[in-house]
């Protein structure tokens, strides 16, 4: 099942525009978790070429392949190999468990017990596949536990600032960009 775009795919869409201002039409890309291919779709209509998506889902696979965008089937970074990166992008799950949400919806919306669990497990294994001066743009919610994640980040080396951020119902969205120290 592709997640579909929604508020939090349009803030980070926005905000990638802006971020990709002025960068160099050759840097390298990864579009982590890609579903519909909205954040690829954002670089590739911006004149970036060098754009690899990734996702778990069959479907999405199917669906950006067709669409003419570079794509593996990872979770996370096990299916990449020795490869580096100037753009990470990463709308992830981030929602605490909810015990009455469906199966099949959970892959999309769910980043663990707490929400914060998956955001935590990308962070230490993007470090691995990033260029020196290199950014990771990543979207997550007031839900997700925030200063969890930050203080993670501090641990692993990263410097980061908040790029944008944005209350919708019941939680409030903000996007980060992270650097390596």
Known sequence: MIYEPSDDSYLLKETLIKFL????????????????????????????????????????????????????????????????????????????????????????????????????????????FLKPKSSILLLFSSLSKPKIILNKAKSLNYNYNLLAKKKIPFEELYIYEFRRR
Request: hydrophobic content about 35%.
């Open 21 to 128: 201002k002025n960068k160099s039409k050759k840097i390298k890309i990864l579009d982590m978790g890609s579903g519909s291919g909205i954040q690829a779709y954002t670089c590739k209509n911006l004149d970036f070429d060098n754009i690899l998506a990734v996702d778990v889902d069959d479907i999405s696979i199917k669906y950006l392949l067709k669409n003419n965008i570079k794509v593996i089937k990872s979770d996370l970074f096990k299916k990449i190999k020795n490869d580096k990166f100037d753009l990470i992008i990463f709308n992830p799950p981030y929602l605490p468990e909810d015990s009455r949400e469906p199966l099949d919806s959970k892959l999309q919306t769910t980043g663990g017990k707490k929400g914060y669990e998956l955001i935590n497990k990308f962070l230490e294994q993007a470090v691995n």
